[in-house]
């Protein structure tokens, strides 16, 4: 059973990844992007050995969040290449043995699966994963799962020559990993969709209808989080604001969890998000320095303007993935005391 209360005012918690060892991956070859296809040669470990390896890489991020004093969990994502390759390219339908490559304007190259059958989860693919989180600590849990939208918007379609019923299609292979995570104790369920930014219009037509698709039949607390990307790979000035998010209003996700610390969001925007709860991104992920907790406290404060306390989850801006591992310790030390601070002044110990 775990130990916090769903109840507790501001909890913290964390979007989802936490650095993985130089021991465990190539952290040159990670720097390079973020890889839609699946990456093995990311892996330092020997396959025959690389479970063992991966099951004591996540047992490191479980302790430091634990010590560091966040109340909502993950595994770290430890396992995982990145937050959406491994899901997505283990469904039937999807082709990664052959991949796509694609084009950015500036030149930059990157392979993607492609569809070539009919989407269908055939077994699951992060229950396991879960279940070593679960025996392994006392605190509640969350899993993270790539959203239905963001898995469209990262492939490139030869069968379906329609791009709702293909997102719809991933929909529904996320929701069956979903109940099966949610049979298997998971105390906090989220989906990642920070590609309804890239393509507003098709988010407008059917993210909200493809979420809810994922989401249906889940009854523990969901998140929906959306974001600008990871700070170490996308360079520059990010935006203030988000173009699709006053739309996850309409969602039957219970929690929306956004960027704000690094790319200093006019927090006004959640007056759009009334009833649900709000996951704040108070830790700026964009550098390597340390917040006080007072820092923290201070961002936290702003939310408290827009959000009652009762709604507001604080959190890192993004996964912590690709932070030094002792940067993104200190970053969480933060968090939960700056978290404490905002409570004391409240009255709430």
């Known amino acids: 059973m775990a130990t916090n209360s769903t109840s507790k005012i501001l ?15 190539d952290h040159a070859l990670l720097a390079q992007g973020v890889p ?33 004093g966040i109340d909502i969990i993950t595994d770290g994502e430890i396992r995982r290449e990145s937050y959406s390759n491994r899901f997505a390219n283990s469904l039937d339908g999807v082709d990664d043995q052959n991949p796509a490559v694609i ?5 930059l190259e990157t392979s993607i699966p492609r569809v070539v059958g009919k989407i269908e989860r055939a077994h699951s693919v992060e229950v396991d994963d879960f279940k070593f989180l679960k025996k392994n600590t006392e605190r509640l849990t969350k899993v993270t799962l790539p959203g239905p939208f963001t898995m469209g918007q990262q492939a490139k379609d030869e069968y379906y020559h329609d791009e709702e019923a293909m ?19 998971a105390d ?8 309804l930014r890239h393509d507003p219009d098709a988010a407008k037509r059917y993210a909200v209808k493809a979420i809810n698709r994922a989401l249906q039949g889940i009854s523990v607390p969901t998140v929906v989080h959306l974001c600008f990307g990871y700070a170490a790979v996308v360079k520059g000035q ?7 998010l006053p739309g996850l209003g309409d969602s039957i996700a219970t929690q929306i969890s956004i960027e704000a610390a690094q790319p200093k969001l006019d927090l006004g925007v959640l007056a759009d998000l009334a009833g649900k709860k709000i996951m704040l991104g108070v830790l700026d992920l964009g550098n390597q320095q340390i917040e006080t907790a007072e820092q923290v406290a201070s ?3 702003a939310g408290l303007k827009y959000v009652k306390a009762e709604q507001l989850i604080p959190a890192p801006d993004c996964g912590m993935k690709y932070l030094p591992r002792e940067v993104a310790f200190g970053k969480l030390c933060a968090l939960s005391q700056g978290a404490q601070l905002v409570r004391a002044e409240l009255g709430i110990l």
């Open 11 to 25: 909890p913290t918690t964390v979007v989802g990844s936490y650095p993985q060892p130089a021991w465990l991956v």
């Open 36 to 68: 839609r296809t699946r990456l093995r040669e990311l892996w330092r470990i020997a396959p025959e050995q690389l479970q063992s390896a991966q099951d004591d890489a996540t047992l490191l991020a479980i302790r430091d969040m634990e010590r560091a």
């Open 103 to 107: 084009r950015s304007s500036n030149g």
């Open 167 to 185: 997102v719809m299609d991933f929909a529904a292979a996320v929701n069956a990993e979903a109940l099966a995570l949610q049979a298997a104790g």
């Open 188 to 195: 906090f369920i989220q989906l990642d969709e920070p590609w």
């Open 238 to 244: 990010k935006p203030t604001g988000y173009s699709f």
């Open 299 to 301: 961002r936290i404060r």
